[in-house]
């Protein structure tokens, strides 16, 4: 077959069209998801790539709290049950903060992992005794251990910041010691006798103090108080405790990377550079693809991983295990377990424009790929959930894991006319990891080979 795609452009066009016609007609009626058209187009035609349920878009989020100095939104729960067992313990949530907004005290009953996206803030954390004032800046990557008091100012003039939180606990709950009209502190919920005696203090005071502070979640900071806040905040490192148990923020950009070609750059933070990460099971990535280029197509040995679109468009695609329901009506009828088993070996593509903001879940395994849009780098942040021993597996270009077949194997496996024809299509891509998007790819030596 792709010989004659190859030779005939009508050809190649004809067959395009009824394949992607055969699969639309199918899959709308089972699943409501069809082939992308015009994939780089955006507007129109993409209505029913809903990608679903890996992917996650604008529609998925709801505003837990919005005020003109700030909002929380907060993804849905991955309550599919194809992703419950891996990352149904897991919320994605948006923070924004205006200039110079401040957030106050709070503690979070689950350990977040923060992506700073844009910005730069002054990030306190009271755990352990004490205080570590953090500066931190976009590209920053940090963990908040469950249970620190925890507060956040914006310290820029005229730029907002915005960053992406991972919590590890889909129903976490977030409890603030002050508070007034939204939110209560949660000392509004003990008795008069038992607070009195616990602060050794009059009731009425104490409602002065915590009760009666009605500005809200996030309360706007003048120039100095900021000022003043920052001028404490380090990188970390200034504590007392062992090297290993401190908290720093690390950026990510900032790592060396761990591919990196002309058509993208990939960063990594894993267990061996940040301990909380490691006792999370979590390591955090970004794969920046450079406009106009993908990625190889590509899974995880392990980890499930959630990725985030932090800047650009473009799209992915993931090859799924299909299991139809016609598939499903006709094994109760007949047939053995391996028959049914047989029966279900399909695979379907799961495809969605995204953007920034997008969510898209990649489970362990599966193989998927991002490919860029036409006007600019498409940035994507990766937490790899249960990441513990986790391999990436690159199934195109030069570190093709495909070329460690052996060749008694090629031999078999391709017939011997076709080991040839497979040598060459399986170290054709001399790119690794980050290749030409499909917009760019010359396909030099295709055309030399039957011009
Ligand atoms: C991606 O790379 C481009 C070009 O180097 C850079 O300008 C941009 O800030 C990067 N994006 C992110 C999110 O790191």
Redesign the pocket.
């Known amino acids: 077959m792709k010989t004659s795609v190859a030779r005939s452009p009508l050809v190649a066009l004809v067959l395009c069209l009824s394949l992607s016609f055969g699969f639309a007609s199918r899959d709308v009626e089972e699943v409501g998801w069809r082939r992308v058209e015009g994939r780089v187009e955006w507007g129109k035609g993409h209505s029913g790539n809903t990608g679903r349920p890996y992917y996650f878009g604008e529609e998925s989020f709801r505003e837990w709290s919005r005020t003109p100095l700030g909002h929380f939104k907060l993804l849905e729960r991955f309550d599919d049950e194809l992703l419950r067992g891996s990352v149904g313990d897991y919320r994605v949530t948006y923070l924004e903060m205006a200039p110079r907004a401040f957030l106050q005290p709070s503690h979070f009953d689950a350990d977040e992992v923060l992506y700073v996206k844009e910005g730069e803030g002054v990030l306190v954390l009271l755990r352990k005794g004490r205080r570590e004032s953090l500066c931190v800046r976009e ?1 920053d990557v940090m963990v908040i251990p469950a249970g620190s008091i925890v507060y956040f100012a914006n310290t820029h003039r005229s730029k907002w910041l915005r960053v992406v939180m991972l919590l590890n606990y889909a129903s976490f709950e977030e409890f603030f010691p002050v508070g007034g009209e939204g939110p209560d502190s949660y000392l509004s919920a003990f008795s008069d006798d038992v607070l009195q005696a616990a602060f050794n203090s009059r009731r009425d005071e104490l409602e002065r103090v915590f009760e009666r502070q009605s500005k809200g979640e996030i309360w706007q900071a003048s120039e100095e108080q900021i000022q003043e806040l920052s001028r404490s905040c380090s990188r970390g490192g200034g504590g007392s405790g062992s090297k290993e148990e401190e908290i720093n923020p690390t950026s990510l ?1 900032g790592q060396k990377p761990r591919y990196s070609n002309n058509h993208g ?1 990939m960063h990594m933070i894993t267990g061996d550079e940040c301990r909380h990460l490691r006792d999370l099971d979590m390591e955090v990535g ?1 794969a ?1 693809i450079t406009c106009g280029s993908m990625m190889a197509p590509r899974y995880t040995t392990r980890a499930t991983t959630i990725a985030v679109v ?2 650009g468009r473009g799209y992915f695609e993931m090859a799924c295990p299909h299991k139809s329901d016609s598939g499903r009506s006709e094994r109760r009828e007949h047939g053995s377990e391996e028959q049914q088993m047989m029966k279900s070996r399909g695979y379907k593509q799961v495809t969605a424009q995204i953007k920034e903001g997008s969510v898209i879940v990649l489970p362990a395994g599966y193989p998927a790929t991002f490919v860029t849009g036409n006007e600019g ?1 498409l ?1 994507v942040v990766c937490f790899g959930v249960g990441s513990g021993n986790d391999e990436e597996v690159f199934l195109a270009g030069g570190n093709n894991l495909l070329k460690q077949l052996d060749a008694p194997a090629r031999a078999i496996v391709f017939g011997g006319q076709g080991r040839e024809a497979a040598d060459r299509v399986i170290g054709a891509q001399t790119d690794s990891v980050f290749l030409p998007g499909p917009q760019q790819q010359s396909r030099g030596g295709v055309s030399d080979m039957w011009s």
Do not use: F, Y
Request: aromatic share 0%; glycine share 12%; proline share 11%.
């Open positions: 590209g950009p750059r970004i920046n932090v800047e780098n940035a």
